[in-house]
Nanobody, 116 residues
Framework: QVQLVESGGGLVQPGGSLRLSCAAS????????LGWSRQAPGKQRELVAL???????NYADSVKGRFTISRDNAKNTVYLQMNSLKPDDTAVYYC??????????WGQGTQVTVSS
């Protein structure tokens, strides 16, 4: 019902920056929050950042002070600005949408690799 398409992933040096974008389409009126999760090989998927329809944000402790989530309601797009990137940030990043009380939609993911 909701389509999420990520872009902006790639290879970046440690300490560098990258910005991810996610465009939402479909039944967007039912979405009350958009955000990002990530999953590295052999690890469980974890919530990275979330932004509600009212503009309130939440971040994982591991990215606080380095990542910033924002949105453009006119474009139905959510962004993740990632600064001071570390090798531990290497993962597939998924755009997520929340309908109701839980996350219900995921994008197909975009690879972020932090390496020299």
């Amino acid at each position: 019902q909701v389509q999420l398409v990520e872009s902006g992933g790639g290879l970046v040096q440690p300490g560098g920056s990258l910005r991810l974008s996610c465009a939402a389409s479909g039944s967007i009126f039912s979405i009350n929050a958009l955000g990002w999760s990530r999953q590295a090989p052999g690890k469980q998927r974890e919530l990275v950042a979330l932004i509600t329809s009212g503009g309130y944000t939440n971040y994982a402790d591991s990215v606080k002070g380095r990542f910033t989530i924002s949105r453009d309601n006119a474009k139905n797009t959510v962004y993740l600005q990632m600064n001071s990137l570390k090798p531990d940030d290497t993962a597939v990043y998924y755009c997520i949408a929340r309908r109701g009380i839980s996350v219900t939609d995921w994008g197909q993911g975009t690879q972020v690799t932090v390496s020299s």
